[in-house]
T-cell receptor, first 118, second 115 residues
Framework: GAVVSQHPSWVICKSGTSVKIECRSLDFQATTMFWYRQFPKQSLMLMAT?????????EQGVEKDKFLINHASLTLSTLTVTSAHPEDSSFYIC??????????????FGPGTRLTVT | GDSVTQMEGPVTLSEEAFLTINCTYT??????LFWYVQYPGEGLQLLLK?????DKGSNKGFEATYRKETTSFHLEKGSVQVSDSAVYFCALSGAGSGGYQKVTFGTGTKLQVIP
Protein backbone atom coordinates (compact mmCIF):
# COMPACT_ATOMS: atom_id res chain seq x y z
CA GLY A 1 0.00 0.00 0.00
CA ALA A 2 0.88 3.66 -0.21
CA VAL A 3 3.41 4.91 2.31
CA VAL A 4 3.76 8.36 3.78
CA SER A 5 6.83 9.24 5.79
CA GLN A 6 7.58 12.12 8.12
CA HIS A 7 10.85 13.54 9.27
CA PRO A 8 11.86 14.02 11.96
CA SER A 9 9.87 11.68 14.15
CA TRP A 10 10.80 13.62 17.27
CA VAL A 11 12.24 17.09 17.69
CA ILE A 12 13.03 19.24 20.69
CA CYS A 13 13.69 22.92 20.13
CA LYS A 14 14.11 26.06 22.17
CA SER A 15 11.44 28.68 22.41
CA GLY A 16 11.74 31.26 19.65
CA THR A 17 13.34 28.99 17.09
CA SER A 18 11.72 27.56 13.97
CA VAL A 19 11.24 23.91 13.16
CA LYS A 20 10.60 22.29 9.79
CA ILE A 21 8.71 19.02 9.47
CA GLU A 22 8.74 17.08 6.21
CA CYS A 23 6.00 14.87 4.84
CA ARG A 24 6.75 12.63 1.88
CA SER A 25 4.66 10.29 -0.20
CA LEU A 26 7.10 7.51 -0.97
CA ASP A 27 5.51 5.53 -3.77
CA PHE A 28 2.80 7.76 -5.12
CA GLN A 29 2.23 11.35 -6.06
CA ALA A 30 0.15 13.60 -3.89
CA THR A 31 -1.07 16.93 -5.22
CA THR A 32 -2.81 17.41 -1.91
CA MET A 33 -1.59 16.68 1.59
CA PHE A 34 -3.18 17.41 4.92
CA TRP A 35 -1.59 18.55 8.15
CA TYR A 36 -3.14 17.65 11.48
CA ARG A 37 -2.33 18.47 15.05
CA GLN A 38 -3.08 16.10 17.87
CA PHE A 39 -3.10 17.23 21.46
CA PRO A 40 -2.54 14.68 24.23
CA LYS A 41 -5.51 12.37 24.63
CA GLN A 42 -7.46 14.26 21.99
CA SER A 43 -8.48 13.79 18.42
CA LEU A 44 -6.79 15.05 15.32
CA MET A 45 -7.47 18.62 14.34
CA LEU A 46 -7.08 19.50 10.70
CA MET A 47 -4.76 22.49 10.44
CA ALA A 48 -4.40 23.02 6.74
CA THR A 49 -4.52 21.54 3.30
CA UNK A 50 -1.31 21.65 1.34
CA UNK A 51 -1.66 22.03 -2.42
CA UNK A 52 1.19 21.37 -4.79
CA UNK A 53 2.17 24.52 -6.63
CA UNK A 54 -0.24 26.81 -4.84
CA UNK A 55 -0.95 28.30 -1.45
CA UNK A 56 -2.12 26.15 1.39
CA UNK A 57 -5.65 26.40 2.68
CA UNK A 58 -5.81 26.93 6.41
CA GLU A 59 -8.62 25.96 8.74
CA GLN A 60 -10.29 28.61 10.79
CA GLY A 61 -8.25 29.62 13.80
CA VAL A 62 -4.92 28.39 12.46
CA GLU A 63 -2.31 31.13 12.08
CA LYS A 64 -0.91 31.17 8.57
CA ASP A 65 2.22 33.07 9.57
CA LYS A 66 2.86 30.72 12.44
CA PHE A 67 2.53 27.49 10.53
CA LEU A 68 4.10 27.89 7.11
CA ILE A 69 3.30 25.20 4.59
CA ASN A 70 5.15 24.60 1.36
CA HIS A 71 4.22 21.92 -1.15
CA ALA A 72 7.10 22.20 -3.57
CA SER A 73 6.75 18.87 -5.35
CA LEU A 74 4.28 16.07 -5.90
CA THR A 75 5.87 14.02 -3.14
CA LEU A 76 6.89 16.56 -0.52
CA SER A 77 5.10 18.98 1.76
CA THR A 78 6.76 20.82 4.62
CA LEU A 79 5.32 22.42 7.73
CA THR A 80 7.46 25.04 9.43
CA VAL A 81 6.53 26.10 12.92
CA THR A 82 7.95 29.60 13.20
CA SER A 83 9.04 31.21 16.45
CA ALA A 84 7.94 28.15 18.35
CA HIS A 85 6.60 28.43 21.88
CA PRO A 86 5.83 25.75 24.46
CA GLU A 87 2.14 25.85 23.55
CA ASP A 88 3.11 24.65 20.07
CA SER A 89 4.30 21.39 21.56
CA SER A 90 2.17 18.71 20.01
CA PHE A 91 2.03 15.70 17.74
CA TYR A 92 1.87 16.75 14.09
CA ILE A 93 0.59 14.28 11.53
CA CYS A 94 0.35 14.55 7.78
CA UNK A 95 -1.71 12.54 5.37
CA UNK A 96 -2.19 12.18 1.66
CA UNK A 97 -5.11 10.82 -0.30
CA UNK A 98 -4.46 7.69 -2.27
CA UNK A 99 -5.34 7.03 -5.88
CA UNK A 100 -8.58 8.35 -7.23
CA UNK A 101 -11.06 6.41 -9.27
CA UNK A 102 -13.44 5.57 -6.49
CA UNK A 103 -16.11 7.69 -4.95
CA UNK A 104 -14.07 8.16 -1.84
CA UNK A 105 -10.34 8.30 -1.43
CA UNK A 106 -8.39 6.57 1.27
CA UNK A 107 -6.10 8.70 3.35
CA UNK A 108 -2.59 7.49 4.12
CA PHE A 109 -1.12 8.87 7.28
CA GLY A 110 2.43 9.56 8.20
CA PRO A 111 3.77 8.23 11.52
CA GLY A 112 3.70 11.69 13.06
CA THR A 113 6.25 14.12 14.45
CA ARG A 114 6.36 14.91 18.13
CA LEU A 115 7.45 18.49 18.73
CA THR A 116 8.54 19.61 22.16
CA VAL A 117 9.35 23.27 22.66
CA THR A 118 11.32 24.09 25.80
CA GLY B 1 -20.67 20.63 8.65
CA ASP B 2 -19.65 17.02 8.99
CA SER B 3 -19.18 15.57 12.45
CA VAL B 4 -18.41 12.26 14.12
CA THR B 5 -19.44 11.30 17.62
CA GLN B 6 -17.98 8.30 19.34
CA MET B 7 -18.30 6.95 22.82
CA GLU B 8 -15.98 8.35 25.39
CA GLY B 9 -13.39 6.16 26.93
CA PRO B 10 -11.43 4.76 28.37
CA VAL B 11 -12.89 1.33 27.87
CA THR B 12 -11.35 -1.40 29.98
CA LEU B 13 -12.04 -5.02 29.12
CA SER B 14 -10.71 -8.37 30.13
CA GLU B 15 -9.02 -10.47 27.49
CA GLU B 16 -11.48 -12.40 25.30
CA ALA B 17 -14.34 -10.03 26.14
CA PHE B 18 -16.66 -8.65 23.47
CA LEU B 19 -15.96 -5.11 22.29
CA THR B 20 -18.33 -2.48 20.97
CA ILE B 21 -17.34 1.11 20.37
CA ASN B 22 -20.23 3.23 19.20
CA CYS B 23 -19.88 5.79 16.44
CA THR B 24 -22.49 8.00 14.82
CA TYR B 25 -22.02 10.63 12.19
CA THR B 26 -23.57 13.65 10.56
CA UNK B 27 -22.72 14.38 6.97
CA UNK B 28 -24.13 15.61 3.72
CA UNK B 29 -24.13 13.31 0.76
CA UNK B 30 -22.67 9.83 0.98
CA UNK B 31 -19.47 9.79 2.98
CA UNK B 32 -17.08 6.91 3.37
CA LEU B 33 -16.59 5.70 6.92
CA PHE B 34 -13.42 4.53 8.57
CA TRP B 35 -11.98 3.20 11.78
CA TYR B 36 -8.38 4.09 12.48
CA VAL B 37 -6.24 2.70 15.27
CA GLN B 38 -3.36 4.41 17.00
CA TYR B 39 -1.04 2.29 19.10
CA PRO B 40 0.99 4.02 21.83
CA GLY B 41 3.64 6.28 20.34
CA GLU B 42 2.67 5.54 16.75
CA GLY B 43 0.75 7.18 13.94
CA LEU B 44 -2.68 6.28 12.68
CA GLN B 45 -3.31 3.06 10.84
CA LEU B 46 -6.41 2.29 8.86
CA LEU B 47 -8.24 -0.57 10.54
CA LEU B 48 -11.23 -0.91 8.26
CA LYS B 49 -13.51 1.06 6.01
CA UNK B 50 -16.88 1.05 4.29
CA UNK B 51 -17.75 3.18 1.32
CA UNK B 52 -21.51 2.75 0.98
CA UNK B 53 -24.60 1.87 2.94
CA UNK B 54 -24.80 -1.70 4.27
CA ASP B 55 -21.14 -2.33 3.51
CA LYS B 56 -19.32 -4.22 6.24
CA GLY B 57 -15.67 -3.45 6.79
CA SER B 58 -13.57 -6.05 8.54
CA ASN B 59 -9.96 -6.60 9.51
CA LYS B 60 -8.06 -8.45 12.24
CA GLY B 61 -11.31 -9.70 13.76
CA PHE B 62 -12.81 -6.23 13.94
CA GLU B 63 -15.87 -5.33 11.93
CA ALA B 64 -18.24 -2.43 11.42
CA THR B 65 -21.32 -2.01 9.26
CA TYR B 66 -22.28 1.22 7.51
CA ARG B 67 -25.85 1.90 8.69
CA LYS B 68 -27.30 4.81 6.77
CA GLU B 69 -30.69 4.63 8.47
CA THR B 70 -29.14 5.13 11.91
CA THR B 71 -26.07 7.06 10.66
CA SER B 72 -23.87 4.70 12.62
CA PHE B 73 -20.67 2.72 12.15
CA HIS B 74 -20.13 0.84 15.39
CA LEU B 75 -16.90 -1.10 15.83
CA GLU B 76 -17.11 -4.65 17.18
CA LYS B 77 -14.80 -7.50 17.98
CA GLY B 78 -15.86 -10.80 19.44
CA SER B 79 -12.79 -11.51 21.55
CA VAL B 80 -10.26 -8.80 22.33
CA GLN B 81 -6.61 -9.39 23.07
CA VAL B 82 -4.11 -7.42 25.11
CA SER B 83 -2.46 -6.40 21.85
CA ASP B 84 -5.67 -4.59 20.85
CA SER B 85 -5.01 -1.96 23.50
CA ALA B 86 -4.90 1.32 21.58
CA VAL B 87 -6.92 4.40 20.74
CA TYR B 88 -9.60 3.91 18.11
CA PHE B 89 -10.83 6.75 15.94
CA CYS B 90 -14.01 6.74 13.92
CA ALA B 91 -13.82 8.98 10.88
CA LEU B 92 -15.64 9.96 7.76
CA SER B 93 -14.44 11.19 4.44
CA GLY B 94 -16.58 13.75 2.77
CA ALA B 95 -16.23 16.37 0.09
CA GLY B 96 -14.06 19.34 0.87
CA SER B 97 -13.55 22.50 -1.13
CA GLY B 98 -11.46 22.04 -4.22
CA GLY B 99 -12.68 18.49 -4.77
CA TYR B 100 -10.47 16.68 -2.27
CA GLN B 101 -11.79 14.38 0.39
CA LYS B 102 -11.66 15.91 3.85
CA VAL B 103 -11.48 13.55 6.80
CA THR B 104 -13.37 14.34 9.97
CA PHE B 105 -12.38 12.41 13.09
CA GLY B 106 -14.19 11.50 16.24
CA THR B 107 -12.51 12.21 19.55
CA GLY B 108 -11.08 8.73 19.88
CA THR B 109 -11.78 5.95 22.34
CA LYS B 110 -8.99 4.46 24.36
CA LEU B 111 -9.24 0.72 24.80
CA GLN B 112 -7.32 -1.08 27.48
CA VAL B 113 -7.41 -4.86 27.56
CA ILE B 114 -6.19 -6.52 30.72
CA PRO B 115 -5.01 -10.13 30.92
Amino acid sequence: GAVVSQHPSWVICKSGTSVKIECRSLDFQATTMFWYRQFPKQSLMLMATSNEGSKATYEQGVEKDKFLINHASLTLSTLTVTSAHPEDSSFYICSAPGTSGRESYEQYFGPGTRLTVT
Amino acid sequence: GDSVTQMEGPVTLSEEAFLTINCTYTATGYPSLFWYVQYPGEGLQLLLKATKADDKGSNKGFEATYRKETTSFHLEKGSVQVSDSAVYFCALSGAGSGGYQKVTFGTGTKLQVIP
